[in-house]
């Protein structure tokens, strides 16, 4: 079992939908949570951070934290076709809060 | 202000060199973090820093790997008597926290 785990995909979307992507991990002591968005051939840009449960919103993006179920989620709304990219999550445990684990992300398409 | 930079972007060497990959941080940013990524993978842990001091070495796959960053700043990963299984791109990163990290370009390694 992978550490941190996502659907590989591709999740397909029309524009203007709600996309929802799914990320869970094995370390029931993690601490830090985040969402990278990666165009095909650039490199990772950190779009969300989360550290407590519940949701976190920042403009069309909102993330989701369930420590108790161990999974992370992060919600897309009204999706442009720019939104279509693979989305990494990364988790930071507890005994090493500065090592950051990649999941193999998401590959999403938002067609117009 | 300036993002993290690396160089070189492209290095093409025979097998059995030495290579040296060049990071430089955000400046102010504490910690420097090296990581490779496969295709249709999330970038790999290798090592990181907090200020000069080398955290957590536990990604670096084999001890022809090694990374220094002896002043705190510019970093460098070397790899030595290159193998054509260590073609990837080598990323790298920094953060002002040991949270939020923002990646540099890469540097995209093929080893003939």
């Known amino acids: 079992q992978k550490e941190v785990e996502q659907n590989s995909g591709p999740l397909s979307v029309p524009e203007g939908a709600i996309a929802s992507l799914n990320c869970t991990y094995s370390?029931?002591?993690?601490?830090?949570f985040f969402w990278y968005r990666q165009y095909s051939g650039k490199s990772p840009e950190l779009i969300m951070s989360?550290?407590?449960?519940g949701d976190k919103e920042d403009g069309r993006f909102t993330a989701q934290l369930n420590k108790a179920s161990q999974y992370v989620s992060l919600l897309i709304r009204d999706s442009q076709p720019s939104d279509s990219a693979t989305y990494l999550c990364?988790?930071?445990?507890?005994?090493?809060?500065?090592?950051?684990?990649f999941g193999d992300g998401t590959t999403l398409t938002v067609k117009p | 202000g300036a993002g993290v930079s690396q160089s070189p972007r492209y290095k093409v060497t025979k097998r059995g060199q030495d290579v040296a990959l060049r990071c430089d941080p955000i400046?102010?940013?504490?910690?420097l973090y090296w990581y490779r990524q496969a295709l249709g993978q999330g970038p790999e842990f290798l090592t990181y820093?907090?200020?000069?001091?080398?955290?957590?070495k536990s990604g670096l796959p084999n001890d022809r790997f090694s990374a220094e960053r002896p002043e705190g700043s510019i970093s460098t990963l070397t790899i030595q008597r290159t193998e054509q299984r260590d073609s990837a791109m080598y990323r790298c990163?920094?953060?002002?926290?040991?949270?939020?990290?923002?990646f540099g370009p890469g540097t995209r390694l093929t080893v003939t």
């Open positions: 989360i550290y407590s449960n």
């Open positions: 990364a988790v930071n445990g507890r005994t090493n809060a500065g090592k950051s684990t």
């Open positions: 820093f907090n200020y000069e001091a080398q955290q957590d």
């Open positions: 400046s102010g940013h504490v910690s």
């Open positions: 370390d029931r002591g993690s601490q830090s």
């Open positions: 990163a920094s953060s002002a926290s040991q949270y939020e990290q923002y």
